[in-house]
């Protein structure tokens, strides 16, 4: 059985820190590329960060670099997104998606909140 399990949310300050994991099995995790996404109220989701299945490549939208880090490791079967400076308008459900192109096969999370709010 697939899961993908996020944890780490929850209520921070402005300019805080928070560190998400999401914790993956029922796959060989190490052969798919894994990102984190978002999704604030009203809002259509959004991909935040991406991360190759090595490791190696590593993408990030706009409004996130030089303050998010996505990184893995594979010997946990796990994939994190430390979060730093954070500001109001990170304040989202976060999910973590596991994506193999070839056959395409794409699991997700059930998602974790992030507010940030003073």
């Known amino acids: 059985q697939v899961q993908l399990v996020e944890s780490g949310g929850g209520l921070v300050q402005p300019g805080g820190s928070l560190r998400l994991s999401c914790a993956a099995s029922?796959?060989?995790?190490?052969?798919?590329?894994m990102k984190w996404h978002r999704q604030a109220p009203g809002k259509e989701r959004e991909l935040v960060a991406h991360i190759s299945s090595a490791g190696r490549i590593m993408n990030y939208a706009d409004s996130v670099k030089g303050r998010f880090t996505i990184s893995r490791d594979n010997a946990k079967n796990t994939v994190y997104l430390q979060m730093n400076s954070l500001k109001p308008e990170d304040t989202a459900v976060y999910y973590c998606?596991?994506?193999?192109?070839?056959?395409?096969?794409?699991?997700w999370g059930q998602g974790t909140q992030v507010t940030v709010s003073s």
């Open positions: 029922g796959f060989t995790f190490s052969t798919y590329a």
């Open positions: 998606n596991a994506l193999r192109m070839f056959p395409k096969v794409d699991y």
